[in-house]
């Protein structure tokens, strides 16, 4: 089974409709974050956390918002989803030598 | 901002051949990380190199950390098709685990 799992895989969506993407992990891991991928932009940091308690903003959080349900889990929703938000989004993990664990991605598309 | 840049932004070469891909910054890394990805996938470590002028080698790939940390280069000795996928370089700095990602190299290797 994979250490980071991500629900959907793809989902399409109409402007205005609020989204979640979810993301389990069973490595154990404290830190949790979720990144935007766009073509030729590289990974964006959305948000991320640290443990259950602790969540922070990264460099593109503006109309995103997260949740830190568990050590496990870590939410990522979009309030009123627009159409420059179609994008692949990855959840990681990160160990304490700062490797990170990307999970499959979730493609999503606002039309 | 710190940003990462990457060049070239695509490569496409015959299997065989050598190349080199660069990651650099203006910024101060205090580790730098590259990363493969494939279609479909989430990226995946390759290396992390965290001292000034730290080489590493990985079969045929040979990684190079800058004496200032602020850049860093990946080159492939006698490339294969199974090479071909987007290249990633990140960094982290003041010893946070918070990663900066660069723009992302697509390279292709034909057979």
């Known amino acids: 089974d994979a250490d980071v799992t991500q629900t959907p895989r793809n989902r399409i969506t109409k402007t205005g409709k609020r989204i979640m993407l979810e993301c389990s992990q069973t490595k154990g891991h404290d830190r949790m974050y979720w990144y935007r991928q766009d073509p030729g932009l590289g990974l964006q940091l959305i948000y991320y956390?640290?443990?259950?308690?602790?969540?922070n903003k990264g460099e593109i959080s503006d109309g995103y918002s997260v949740s830190r349900q568990a050590q496990a889990k870590f939410s990522l929703s979009l309030e009123s989803a627009i159409p420059n938000q179609t994008a692949l989004y990855f959840c990681a993990t990160s160990d304490l030598k700062g490797t990170q664990y990307f999970g499959p991605g979730t493609r999503l598309t606002v039309l | 901002t710190q940003l990462l840049e990457q060049s070239p932004q695509f490569l496409s070469i015959q299997e065989g051949e050598n190349l080199t891909v660069y990651c650099n910054s203006s910024?101060?890394?205090?580790?730098l990380q590259w990363y493969r990805q494939e279609p479909g996938e989430g990226p995946v470590l390759l290396v992390t190199?965290?001292?000034?002028?730290e080489v590493k080698k990985l079969k045929r790939l040979t990684f190079q950390f800058g004496d200032a940390r602020k850049d860093s280069s990946l080159h492939i000795t006698a490339a294969q098709p199974g090479d071909t996928g987007l290249y990633l370089c990140a960094g982290a700095s003041g010893g946070t685990y918070k990663y900066i990602f660069g723009t992302g190299t697509r390279l292709k290797v034909l057979a």
């Open positions: 910024s101060v890394f205090s580790s």
């Open positions: 190199v965290v001292t000034g002028g």
């Open positions: 956390s640290f443990d259950v308690k602790d969540i």
